[in-house]
C-alpha cells in the first residue's frame, strides 16, 4: 500500500514537471540567426578571441568563431535581442574594421 501511494505520487510529479516543461513560448523570442561578417585586420588567434570575446558581451549572441586566416566571424544571434549593426558595432570597439 506504501509503495502504491509513492508510485502514485511519483507519478503526479512527474506529470506536474512534464506539463511545466511543455508550455509553448514565444518562437520569435527563441528564434536565432547566423551571420558571417567579413572582418579586417585579424592576424592572430588572440585577435580570434578578442572578437569573440567582444561580441559575447552582446545581449542575444550564442557562439562566434572567428578564422583570421579566412577573416570572417560567424556568429548565431538572436534578433529579437540583437541586430548585425550591433555585432558590426562590437567587433569595431574591439579594434577591427567591418567593411
Known sequence: ???AVCLR???IALAAAVASCSRVED???YATRSV???VDGMTCAGC???ICSSLGSVEGVQSCQADHMAGR???VYAPAK???TALAEAIRSAGYQVP
Do not use: D, Q, Y
Request: glycine share 4%.
Open 82 to 84: 540583437t541586430s548585425e
Open 48 to 50: 580570434e578571441k578578442t
Open 9 to 11: 505520487f511519483g507519478l
Open 27 to 29: 518562437p520569435v523570442t
Open 36 to 38: 558571417e561578417l567579413r
Open 73 to 75: 566571424v560567424t556568429i
Open 1 to 3: 500500500m506504501i509503495a
